[in-house]
């Protein structure tokens, strides 16, 4: 059977731009401590791009599309990724590739780790191995590559050429990464200079800029020490002499000293932050991130390893006293650490506080039925009730026969659809040819049936299906969580930022078990970590309507799914699914607690987006 398509990477000139007016893919990633440069996610791609259109001197919150990036920010203007809880900071860049490659299609190659579990290759590398495999060569040379490791398809293992040893591979599908049209300004690779406007005082912004003057100025300490010390020495006349660049012309940075009036004034503790900021400040480090972030290695802030006595006269970052509900994030200090060490000052960080991630101990009697709702407990079995008909009476069901054919891409095979589907010669369906095309109902949306039919064998065959341009759910909607246990119920404590309402109290509980044919590898054991996991909504009418629309997910099997973590790297594991939760009790240092004004909004945002609206909801 003849494999479609081939996957190359998108010539760029030297800059690192695509051509002008050429659809491609884009594919974000960060740089790892071995130098490598590590993919995010398609979802996390699609997450930064939407954020991208909006503001493009920005920042990109991942824990709002996946719960296991919670910790880390993306600041677009510096191109760096922070951590929050450990301040380490990486660099990120934006890559493009063929609709026709790997990412455009959704293709996923691994290999299998020392403890069994699947680690995705480099996207340079995935890419290669994709387009030999669509060649139909039966095995592949990654010496080119720069890598002592022989793939064979026939066996689907890599071997390395020096220890032979041998690893397993998959190829799996996932979602695909967005698909971009248009042009890329060829004056500089990414925004420059400072926001505009009155600077925000909200603890995400400060953290942002805190985050982006950080990295200002350990790359100018770096330029400094290149150039022998001189740019950064203290003068008798009680001025700083920092680096500062200016707009660049065809990708070259022309950097050009500036000079800061100095005073131990200037440094108290965390007041220092709003006056060196690059949104904040009127002489602000400005960089050019993809010019100059792309290098190996990571800048880590220290946020509390010095643990011995204060010496005299060095200034101590009160990081204690800095707590979630105060208007200053906890990060500011490991920040304002930094810019004091660029600055040539001493600094020393006191322990760093602990995230309060659970209520007091609370009597089972104190543990009262959340108002309005019945019960306090949901199993879920191992298998969803509601089976979905054959393929074809699904697709059929939603759409609509299109006879006058617009000239425009079927984004699921991109061919046109005056064409006939990418799929013919390798799905065929009865009843439905591979020129016939369909609408949506409900979006509009144009597709060639005999694609849809192919995205809905590829999904949880539960009878519903989802548009892939607008993601319009048509039926019910059901996903593949493993069995377990949901239980709530109402606490005497109050979150943070709702000292009138007291707390409903969500755990969940599943146990590690044997995949099933619905998953990624059937028979295979599949971990679940954390868990009991706890999580807390204000027990106020929106809560309790949060909570009303969670149950209703929980029976659709929509909380949980087997996947790959993001943080650990660790596969066929119980992960999070696209719907947020609060774990934190009462502080929000890693971004999980409480207060957060919007989260009740985004989190119903996020249950209508599964299909899971206010809608459903009795009267």
Same mark, same amino acid.
């Given at each position: 059977m003849a494999r479609p398509g081939s996957g190359l990477l998108v010539p760029v000139n030297g800059l690192g731009y695509p051509p002008q007016n050429l659809a491609r893919v884009v594919v974000w990633e960060w740089l790892n401590e071995h130098g490598r440069w590590r993919p995010y996610t398609a979802a996390v791609c699609h997450h930064i791009e939407n954020v991208l259109k909006g503001d493009a001197r920005g920042s990109v919150v991942l824990g709002q599309v996946d719960g296991q990036l919670s910790?880390?920010?993306? #600041?677009?203007?510096?191109?760096?990724?922070?951590?929050? +809880?450990?301040?380490?900071?990486?660099?990120?860049?934006?890559?493009?590739?063929?609709?026709?490659?790997?990412?455009?299609?959704?293709?996923?190659?691994?290999?299998?780790? #020392?403890?069994?579990?699947?680690?995705?290759?480099?996207?340079?590398?995935?890419?290669?191995?994709?387009?030999?495999?669509?060649?139909?060569?039966?095995?592949? #040379?990654?010496?080119?590559?720069?890598?002592?490791?022989?793939? #064979?398809?026939?066996?689907?293992?890599?071997?390395?050429?020096?220890?032979?040893?041998?690893?397993?591979?998959?190829?799996?599908? +996932?979602?695909?990464?967005?698909?971009?049209?248009? *042009?890329?300004?060829?004056?500089?690779?990414?925004?420059?200079?400072?926001?505009?406007?009155?600077?925000? *005082?909200?603890?995400?912004?400060?953290?942002?800029?805190?985050?982006?003057?950080?990295?200002?100025?350990?790359?100018?300490?770096?330029?400094?020490?290149?150039?022998?010390?001189?740019?950064?020495?203290?003068?008798?006349?009680?001025?700083?002499?920092?680096?500062?660049?200016?707009?660049?012309?065809?990708?070259?940075?022309?950097?050009?000293?500036?000079?800061?009036?100095?005073?131990?004034?200037?440094?108290?503790?965390?007041?220092?932050?709003?006056?060196?900021?690059?949104?904040?400040?009127?002489?602000?480090?400005?960089?050019?991130?993809?010019?100059?972030?792309?290098?190996?290695?990571?800048?880590?802030?220290?946020?509390?390893?010095?643990?011995?006595?204060?010496?005299?006269?060095?200034?101590?970052?009160?990081?204690?006293?800095?707590?979630?509900?105060?208007?200053?994030?906890?990060?500011?200090?490991?920040?304002?650490?930094?810019?004091?060490?660029a600055a040539g000052l001493p600094v020393c960080l006191t322990r760093a506080p602990k995230p309060i991630l659970h209520p007091p101990p609370i009597n089972k009697s104190d543990m009262k039925p959340v108002p309005g709702i019945n019960g306090m407990r949901r199993k879920t079995k191992k298998k969803h009730l509601r089976r979905g008909k054959n393929p074809e009476d699904v697709v059929r069901r939603y759409t609509e026969k299109i006879k006058v054919l617009p000239d425009e891409d079927c984004t699921i095979c991109m061919e046109r659809l005056v064409m006939s589907s990418g799929y013919e010669g390798i799905l065929q369906h009865k009843g439905i040819k591979p020129e016939l095309v369909g609408k949506l109902g409900k979006c509009g949306h144009m597709y060639h049936l005999l694609c849809l039919v192919a995205m809905y064998n590829n999904g949880n065959k539960d009878g519903s299906l989802q548009c892939p341009t607008c993601k319009t759910i048509y039926g019910e909607k059901t996903g593949t969580q493993p069995p377990g246990k949901m239980e709530y119920h109402v606490i005497p404590h109050c979150l943070p930022g709702y000292p009138d309402s007291k707390t409903i109290r969500i755990v969940y509980d599943i146990p590690a078990g044997i995949q099933t044919n619905e998953h990624p590898n059937p028979g295979k054991k599949f971990s679940a970590r954390g868990f009991p996991r706890h999580c807390y909504l204000p027990d106020?009418?929106?809560?309790?309507?949060?909570?009303?629309?969670?149950?209703?997910?929980? +029976?659709?099997?929509?909380?949980?799914?087997?996947?790959?973590? *993001?943080?650990?790297?660790?596969? +066929?594991?119980?992960?999070?699914?696209?719907?947020?939760?609060?774990?934190?009790?009462?502080?929000?240092?890693?971004?999980?607690?409480?207060?957060d004004p919007n989260y009740l909004d985004n989190v119903l945002t996020e249950l209508s987006a599964q299909g899971v609206g206010e809608d459903n909801l009795k009267d």
């Open positions: 910790p880390y920010i993306i #600041d677009l203007q510096s191109m760096h990724q922070f951590r929050q +809880d450990t301040g380490t900071m990486r660099p990120v860049q934006r890559n493009f590739y063929e609709p026709s490659s790997a990412p455009g299609k959704g293709v996923v190659w691994e290999w299998e780790n #020392d403890n069994g579990s699947w680690t995705p290759y480099d996207m340079e590398i995935c890419v290669t191995i994709q387009n030999a495999y669509e060649k139909q060569h039966p095995w592949l #040379d990654l010496t080119s590559l720069g890598f002592c490791y022989l793939i #064979d398809f026939n066996s689907m293992c890599q071997t390395n050429r020096q220890s032979q040893r041998k690893r397993r591979l998959r190829r799996r599908m +996932d979602l695909a990464y967005p698909l971009i049209m248009g *042009s890329i300004p060829k004056s500089q690779s990414w925004p420059v200079g400072a926001s505009s406007g009155q600077p925000c *005082s909200c603890q995400q912004c400060i953290l942002v800029n805190s985050t982006r003057a950080a990295s200002n100025a350990i790359l100018a300490s770096q330029r400094r020490k290149l150039y022998g010390g001189t740019a950064g020495n203290t003068g008798a006349a009680g001025t700083l002499s920092v680096v500062r660049q200016s707009n660049t012309f065809a990708g070259t940075s022309l950097w050009s000293p500036t000079s800061l009036p100095l005073s131990t004034a200037n440094f108290p503790c965390s007041p220092v932050m709003p006056s060196l900021s690059s949104a904040h400040g009127h002489h602000a480090l400005t960089i050019n991130g993809q010019n100059n972030l792309n290098r190996p290695g990571t800048q880590r802030i220290s946020m509390g390893s010095a643990r011995g006595a204060i010496p005299p006269g060095v200034p101590a970052l009160p990081v204690k006293n800095l707590t979630g509900s105060g208007p200053v994030h906890p990060a500011l200090a490991g920040m304002t650490g930094i810019l004091m060490c106020n009418e929106k809560g309790r309507k949060v909570l009303k629309l969670l149950i209703m997910a929980w +029976d659709r099997r929509l909380i949980f799914t087997i996947g790959t973590s *993001s943080t650990t790297g660790e596969s +066929d594991t119980v992960v999070w699914n696209e719907i947020h939760h609060k774990t934190e009790f009462g502080s929000n240092l890693t971004g999980h607690g409480y207060p």
